[in-house]
């Protein structure tokens, strides 16, 4: 008998049934309540056909390389049809009769069939891999590249944990449906089209006889249908849970410590590892209790084909090596037949992960570059009037009033302006604004008297340097984080030490013992506070935009780190348009101009001695100052 040496992992092989060990399924979850500020999971599911419709052109560029892999998947159920044929002749002749000089030429011919079959297989699954992993590539820079693009409140609304985890896993799922998917059916209706000719060939009532079972697997496989799609989902989610869990314990450690919150991070992690362990054994037993009811199917038509075969053989009409040859033409024949019919399934498995990438992918960003006929590109660097013009914002989806409201103001170029108010005012509203996160509902905000939305965001975004309250540091060396503020031409080691003088910088970043070359990283306290805003203050140096925002500059330092930092801060504002937003009013001091937001609306602005005098918000703000 000959066995079925296809493995698993063989792409030109039938698929590997993906209910019982999909990489998926080793990783579960259960129903679960959405918590606060969780990914709104699974707003609309998309069918197989759709998510293979949405993915598919993303093989572009590589299908005549899938086609070759069909070629070559043709080649091996080719090869493997002609292997039997030639094991039923070295049965009969050779071994029957016991006969040697019958041995040579068809063990001759079997095993050039057999290395023909092993160099095609071997080209196939090389480049069935190859193709999957460009996909993988591309779906991935895709899903990533538009993620970039999506407006903050998408990211506050997911968790990173679970965006990260259709950043992998869901992405590693849709490839199981669009190429390995294409490739596994294809091997799989070729292997079923040539075992099934060459069994009916041999004996076709007896082939007939076998094929009256391919709808019972068929049949089967739908019944289980429903009930993987769900487990599936529930998976995928479970993954993002568990995934985000663990990221945010990891990012809040120190709070977690400071709290003593330890035990309720650990029973918060156990829940989320309970449900996916649930999900996990749901998925393991839905898959093994389809395995042993295919597998007692198989063993009945087996049965059948031997007890037929046996009284086909008595009559003298089958010989012993047709039969065996023909039970091996049936033993290869129900794998790609199941693999068949669980093509639904390996596509339904996959749509609970499409819906997860697509709920990214279809997700709108909040602004877009201006069409070509609307665009005015601007010269290289802007002279930096700002000019806001009666602006109005609320933030989509928020159920609260407007964040901003009819807000008015200018600002020229050498301006040292402080933004100032309650918490919730609107002030860093007015950042994410000026930046372009969001457009504004009504009202217009112009850069050098062009409407912002005019300019290509590049060009926006490359005259104005933010620097956010909390540092923006990258894995890389400090000269790397200086450096970055300019992309071209590339900064030179001399350039970098300036700007860290500029910044009261170099002092410190020449005392580290690696120096410029020191590598820090996002949450890593090898630089305090005040260091990092300085290091900043450098790159925004380099930068040179004409347009500069801090927000809340000072916050998070002790007085005399934030007293150390106001020099640089006064080197890098001069000659640029500079608005401050921040609650430490002794920045507001010396400022050309002050507004005052409160709920949204400008309530004052003036200068320090103006606003002082007239006895308002602000003064009552600066009095009650510590
Ligand atoms: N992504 C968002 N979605 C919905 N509402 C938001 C969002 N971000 C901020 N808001 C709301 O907009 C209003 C203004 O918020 P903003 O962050 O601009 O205030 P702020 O003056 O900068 O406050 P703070 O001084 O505390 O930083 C607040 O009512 C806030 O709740």
Redesign the pocket.
């Known amino acids: 008998m000959v066995h079925d040496r296809r493995s698993e992992t063989d792409p030109l092989a039938t698929p590997a049934a993906p209910l019982t060990t999909p990489p998926e399924a080793r990783r579960p979850s259960s129903p679960r309540t959405q918590l606060p500020g969780e990914a709104p999971i699974l707003t609309r599911h998309v069918g197989p056909v759709e998510a293979f419709h949405r993915f598919w052109p993303l093989t572009r560029g590589d299908r005549r390389w899938l086609l070759t892999v069909i070629g070559c998947a043709v080649v091996t159920a080719l090869t493997e049809t002609a292997a039997i044929l030639l094991f039923a002749e070295l049965t009969d002749h050779a071994l029957a009769k016991g006969s040697v000089s019958a041995f040579w030429s068809p063990a001759g011919a079997w095993l050039a069939v057999a290395v023909l079959g092993a160099a095609v297989g071997y080209l196939g699954n090389s480049l069935a891999a190859w193709i999957a992993e460009r996909f993988l590539l591309r779906l991935r820079a895709r899903v990533f590249s538009h993620l970039q693009k999506l ?3 998408f990211f ?1 609304r997911n968790r990173r944990g679970d965006l990260v985890e259709r950043l992998t896993g869901d992405i590693d799922a849709i490839e199981r449906l669009v190429v390995s998917g294409v490739v596994g059916a294809s091997a799989a209706l070729f292997a079923t089209l040539f075992y099934g000719a060459a069994a009916l060939w041999l004996r076709w009532e007896l082939a007939l006889a076998t094929f009256i079972a391919a709808p019972l697997f068929y049949f089967a496989t739908r019944r289980f249908t429903g009930r993987i799609r769900q487990v599936t989902r529930r998976q995928r989610a479970a993954d993002g849970a568990l995934t985000s869990v663990v990221e945010e314990t990891l990012v809040n450690v120190v709070l977690t410590q400071a709290y003593n919150r330890q035990r309720d991070e650990e029973e918060r992690l156990v829940r989320e590892a309970r449900r996916w362990l649930r999900a996990s054994v749901a998925s393991a037993r839905i898959g093994a209790l389809y395995d042993q009811f295919i597998e007692v199917l198989e063993t009945l038509c087996v049965l059948a084909i031997i007890g037929l075969g046996a009284w086909e053989i008595s009559a003298g009409r089958l010989t012993l090596g047709q039969l065996l040859a023909f039970a091996a033409f049936i033993g290869y024949l129900y794998p790609p037949i199941r693999s068949l019919g669980q093509l639904g399934l390996t596509a339904t498995a996959a749509t609970a992960a499409a819906d997860r990438l697509l709920e990214v992918l279809d997700a709108h960003p909040a602004v877009a570059d201006p069409p070509p006929s609307r665009a005015v590109p601007l010269p290289d660097r802007a002279h930096g009037e700002l000019l806001v013009d009666d602006v109005t914002f ?5 159920s ?2 407007a ?2 409201s009819s807000l008015s103001f200018t600002a020229r170029p050498g301006d040292f302006v402080v933004v100032t ?12 604004l000026l930046l372009r996160f969001y457009d504004p509902d009504t009202g217009t905000i112009r850069l050098d008297g062009i409407p912002i939305d005019r300019l290509p965001l590049s060009d926006l975004r490359r005259n104005i340097t933010l620097l956010p ?1 909390e540092t923006l540091v990258l894995h890389d060396t400090i000269e790397r984080n200086i450096a970055c503020g300019r992309d071209a031409p590339t900064p030179t080691h001399d350039e970098v030490t300036r700007a860290a003088r500029a910044a009261d910088a170099h002092g410190f970043v020449s005392a580290l013992p690696d120096g410029y070359d020191t590598v820090i990283a996002p949450s890593t306290a090898a630089l305090s506070g005040g260091q990092l805003q300085r290091v900043a203050i450098a790159r925004a140096m380099l930068r040179d935009a004409p347009v500069l925002i801090l ?2 500059p000072t916050t998070g330092l002790d007085t005399l780190a934030a007293q150390r930092i106001l020099a640089p801060l006064h080197h890098l504002a001069a000659g640029r348009t500079t608005l401050v ?1 921040t ?1 430490d009013l002794d920045l507001a001091v010396a400022a050309d101009h002050i507004l005052v ?1 409160d ?2 609306h400008l309530t004052e602005s003036g200068t320090h001695p103006q606003l002082l005098a007239r006895g308002g918000l602000y003064a009552e703000l600066f009095e009650g100052r510590e």
């Open positions: 407006p903050p409140h506050q609320r933030y989509p989806h928020s609260q009033h964040a901003l108010g309650p918490s919730g005012a609107g002030k860093s509203t007015l950042a994410a309250q927000d809340e937003i609650h937001l709920d949204g």
